[in-house]
C-alpha cells in the first residue's frame, strides 16, 4: 500500500471497505489518468455527472470568465446573479411552461429535501409516497423516501408517513389519495438496476396525482440531461411532472442541484413562513456558470439524439458475452444483469485492471452499472464493448 493510499484511508471519511483507489491526476473527455500515467475510459461518467465529458471546453471557459467577476456574494435568493438568472432562463427554454420557475440548489439529495418540502406547503398534506429500491439521496429526509431498508436501518427514527409502492405496479396507485402531499419517483429507476415505468403505470400515476391533488415529483438527477436519449427522461411519455429534481450532469462537473415548478406553486416557499427553503451556497455563480455552458453544449451538439444510436451498439457488442444473462438499458445508462454479485465484483476488477471504469447499483448486487459521457464516440464504444467481453 502506497503512503497516499495509507493517508487516504486514514485522513478522509470512507464510505465503503473496499474503494476503487484510483489516484487521479487529470482528467479530459472520457479518458480519467491516475498518478502513474494509466489511462482509464470512464465509463461511468463519475456516475452519471461528467455526461459532456471531463473538462469540457465551453465549461472550463464559463468558469474561468466568471472568476473574474465574483465568487459567492450572498445567500441564494437576495441578489440578482448574472450566471443564476441566466440557468434559471436556460432551464426554462428546455423545460414546459409548467416547469418556469427553477430554485438552485446544492446536490440532488437537497433538490429532493426541498421538493418534499414545497410540496408539503404547497399541499398542506403530510403523507409521501415513494417507491420500493429506489435512491433519492443520503441525507435523513431523502433516505426516509429511498425504500431500500438495509441503507435505513441503522438511521430510524425517520421521516414519518412515508409509504413505499412497488415501480409499476398500478394497483399501489390506489395508496394516492387526497392525504397525500407527493409522490416522488425516478422517472426511470436507476439504482434499483435501470427499471423504466410502463407507459400504463407513468400515464395512472399522473391521472391519480392530478385528481387526488397530490403533487407528482420526478426525480430525474441521474437520468435527466441528455442520459436516456432526452433532455429529461419524462420527455420519452407524454407527461409532466408538477416538481423536477435535477443534479449530477447539470454541473458538466460541478456541484449543483435544481427544483423547478411553476411559479405559483414555488412562491408558497415564500410566505408561511417566510425563507421556506434557504441555502447559503445554493446558486453558486460559478457552478451556475458551469451548468448553464453544459446545457449549451447539450443544446449544440448531436449527443442526445445520438444516445439511443450509441447506447444500441454497445448492447449489440455486448449482447455477444454468453455470461450476460439481462441487458437493461436507456439510451447511454447501462445495468449490466450478471449470474451472481460475484460474477459483478470480478467483471468490474477485471475490467479496472484492463483500464476502463465500470460501477456497482445500490439496490441491485447483481448488476453492474455504465454510463459513460454521451460524447463518447462510436469508435471508442467498439473499444470499451471489447474490454468488457474479455473482462467478462
Ligand atoms: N436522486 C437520484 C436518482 C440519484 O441517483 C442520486 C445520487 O445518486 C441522488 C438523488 C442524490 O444526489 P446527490 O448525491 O447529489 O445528493
Request: hydrophobic share 40%; charged share 20%; net charge negative.
Amino acid at each position: 500500500m502506497t503512503s497516499r493510499t495509507k493517508q487516504f484511508l486514514e485522513l478522509q471519511g470512507q464510505t465503503n471497505q473496499s474503494p476503487y483507489l484510483i489516484d487521479v491526476d487529470r482528467a479530459e473527455g472520457i479518458y480519467i489518468w491516475d498518478k502513474a500515467g494509466k489511462r482509464y475510459m470512464d465509463m461511468i461518467a463519475g456516475v452519471a455527472v461528467n455526461n459532456i465529458g471531463h473538462r469540457h471546453p465551453k465549461v472550463i471557459e464559463a468558469i474561468q470568465q466568471q472568476l473574474d467577476k465574483h465568487l459567492h456574494v450572498m445567500v441564494y435568493g437576495e441578489y440578482i446573479q448574472d450566471t443564476q438568472l441566466a440557468l434559471a432562463e436556460n432551464l426554462a427554454s428546455i423545460l414546459p411552461e409548467k416547469l418556469s420557475c427553477s430554485y438552485i440548489v446544492n446536490s440532488g439529495t437537497e433538490a429532493n429535501e426541498a421538493a418534499i418540502k414545497l410540496a408539503k406547503r404547497y399541499t398542506g398534506r403530510q403523507e409521501i409516497i415513494s417507491c420500493k429500491n429506489s435512491y433519492h439521496g443520503s441525507t435523513l429526509g431523502s433516505l426516509s423516501v429511498s425504500g431500500n431498508k438495509e441503507k435505513q436501518s441503522s438511521f430510524k427514527p425517520l421521516l414519518p408517513q412515508v409509504q413505499f409502492i412497488e415501480f409499476n405496479n398500478i394497483e399501489s396507485l390506489n395508496l394516492i389519495s387526497n392525504k397525500t402531499a407527493c409522490v416522488l419517483i425516478e422517472t426511470i429507476q436507476g439504482d434499483a438496476g435501470l427499471v423504466k415505468p410502463t407507459p400504463e403505470f407513468i400515464t395512472t400515476l399522473r391521472d391519480k396525482c392530478t385528481a387526488t391533488g397530490a403533487l407528482l415529483i420526478f426525480d430525474e438527477v441521474q437520468v435527466g440531461m441528455g442520459r436516456t436519449g432526452k433532455m429529461f427522461a419524462f420527455e420519452h411519455y407524454t407527461i409532466i411532472p408538477d416538481i423536477l429534481t435535477l443534479g449530477k450532469g447539470l454541473g458538466g462537473g460541478m456541484p449543483i442541484g435544481a427544483f423547478i415548478s411553476s411559479k405559483e406553486i414555488m412562491h408558497s416557499l415564500t410566505y408561511n413562513p417566510m425563507l421556506g427553503h434557504i441555502t447559503t451556497f445554493g446558486g453558486h455563480p460559478i457552478n451556475c456558470a458551469a451548468a448553464n455552458a453544459c446545457i449549451n453544449v447539450l443544446k449544440e451538439e448531436n449527443w442526445i439524439a445520438e444516445a439511443e444510436q450509441k447506447g444500441q451498439l454497445l448492447e449489440n457488442i455486448l449482447s455477444q458475452a454468453s455470461d450476460i444473462k439481462e441487458i437493461r438499458r436507456a439510451g447511454l445508462f447501462f445495468a449490466v444483469e450478471m449470474e451472481s454479485t460475484e460474477k459483478v465484483a470480478q467483471v468490474v476488477t477485471n475490467c479496472l485492471e484492463k483500464g476502463l471504469i465500470g460501477f456497482w447499483f445500490l439496490s441491485t448486487p447483481t448488476a453492474f452499472r455504465l454510463s459513460p459521457p454521451l460524447s463518447i464516440t462510436e469508435e471508442e464504444i467498439k473499444i470499451a464493448g471489447e474490454i468488457i467481453i474479455s473482462s467478462i
